[in-house]
């Protein structure tokens, strides 16, 4: 049988689930599940047994964050491919089904989004060994999971039959609950949870078919696309120019070689807050705790406590997420109204949006620790052989203490060394750049001292990863 390429849409932010996730730190890179990886990781380890190499799709700005994750797991991906701007599943799965016909075009491309939990690793692996046989005889397949209660937020699938595997009689969008209702009632209707399976030559073939102007586009923008470190950064000309459509609305619906495999309720997308309750473990009282959190008297009750204690009594049907910058307090029936928290903030310039104190960079991450007016201090944590830009700043000076492990320091034209307990003072205006030459991270604190203190006050002279 052909192989099989896990292709990976890590393009997602899930707005649903902030304070968590945020734009710069989306949903699939965070542990959801208490098991110690995240969403992302537990997707790229579940293929490890029964396919190749990766290929994950994603943005610009999650790219370095992507790649560590992986490499935290020992996966080295086929392709990181960079999507110029979302444009939904269809180019994106044309762009790895390219990148496929160039290498091995009878290729099996199991697609999933990087964001869902799977419950049951045996069973998934079952279900993905029926779809190769079916994908490797032509049938482009889909996974629908049996629907264990009426669910308004998912799109469904209608089969012609209730066996393992049928044929597709139609999509149809999110329903009312009267309508889902109905839906679980029959029998046929399984929600469509976003996993494909088929040849990578036969999706094209379909996809020209179709949509002729996604087929030649997004050949192009693989074509003409450019190596970028370890990433291959589609062309954003012809990538830009196509239009923005769903696999499902692009080839899915269309095909006469459309099957759907009948997928246990194993699988949750994670889609929101009260999603939680399906992969956690809730108490006697269906409270579900996370971190430090205390509860009396409670009821139906999330509490996510990220960076304190978070204590509550006497509530019932509520979801309480605290991080270091933020709390959201919300009925728990009113989970997907979420994301018009993140609406009204992003609307309001709000930097909680984008970033927590905690900000990952592709040479390690810095945290916020205080910050005023003419003053901030942040932890600066460098992982062992990585570099931050050379670079200076028109409105701040700097001073460095180191915590632990050992930087070096270009500061003007001399170059130091600096261990635990020394420090260097930058000037305004002071060409500098630090580097951990060590075996163990470098830890240090950054005292930032002047009349403006944006991130955006940074002129970069060189970086090894290609900042501008």
Request: with cysteine.
């Amino acid at each position: 049988m052909s192989k099989i390429v896990p292709v990976i849409l890590a393009g997602g932010v899930g707005s649903r689930l902030w304070p968590l996730s945020r734009s710069q730190y989306p949903k699939q890179c965070i542990d959801l599940q208490g098991s110690g990886a995240s969403l992302l990781q537990n997707t790229l380890s579940r293929t490890r047994s029964n396919a190749e190499q990766p290929i994950i799709l994603c943005n610009e700005d999650h790219r370095f964050l992507i790649a560590e994750q992986a490499r935290a797991i020992g996966v080295q991906p086929m392709s990181i491919m960079l999507e110029p701007e979302g444009k939904n599943t269809a180019p994106a799965i044309a762009a790895a089904a390219w990148l496929l016909a160039s290498k091995t075009p009878d290729a099996i491309m199991l697609v999933l989004p990087s964001d869902h939990a799977i419950s049951d690793q045996q069973l998934f692996d079952e279900k993905v060994a029926l779809g190769a046989e079916l994908a490797a005889q032509g049938a482009l397949v889909t996974f629908g999971v049996e629907p264990s209660y009426p669910e308004t937020g998912y799109g469904y699938i209608k089969a012609n039959g209730a066996n393992d595997v049928e044929s597709v009689a139609e999509f149809v969008e999110k329903p009312s609950l009267e309508v889902a209702q109905a839906y679980v009632d029959d029998g046929q209707y399984l929600w469509n949870s976003g996993m494909f399976m088929f040849r990578a030559d036969i999706y094209l073939a379909e996809l020209e078919k179709y949509e002729p102007e996604v087929h030649q586009l997004s050949q192009s923008a693989v074509t003409d696309a450019e190596a970028d470190l370890s990433f291959m950064r589609l062309a954003a000309k012809p990538f830009s120019a196509l239009k923005s459509i769903s696999i499902d609305y692009a080839v899915m619906e269309r095909t006469s070689a459309a099957k759907v495999i009948r997928f246990p309720a194993i699988w949750n997308d994670v889609g929101s807050w009260s999603a939680l309750w399906a992969i956690g473990e809730p108490d006697a009282d269906n409270n579900l705790l996370r971190g430090d959190a205390v509860v009396i008297d409670c009821k139906n009750t999330l509490v996510n406590a990220q960076s304190r204690l978070v204590t509550a009594v006497g509530l019932s049907d509520l979801i309480i997420v605290e991080t270091d910058d933020a709390v959201m307090v919300a009925p728990a029936g009113r989970a997907q109204d979420v994301k018009k928290i993140v609406e009204q903030l992003s609307k309001a310039g709000r930097t909680e949006v984008d970033l927590h104190r905690e900000v990952h960079r592709p040479w390690g991450k810095y945290h916020g620790l205080t910050t005023s007016d003419r003053y901030q201090v942040k932890r600066i944590t460098v992982s062992p052989g990585q570099k931050l830009s050379t670079q200076m700043h028109h409105h701040r000076a700097e001073h460095w203490v180191v915590v632990s492990g050992t930087a070096k320091v270009r500061n003007g034209d001399r170059e130091i060394l600096l261990t635990e307990n020394e420090s260097t003072y930058i000037p305004i205006g002071e060409i500098h750049s630090l580097e951990n030459p060590g075996k163990i991270p470098l830890e240090l604190i950054e005292i930032q001292t002047g009349g403006y203190l944006g991130e955006d006050d940074i002129v970069r002279f060189n970086d090894r990863y290609g900042r501008s």
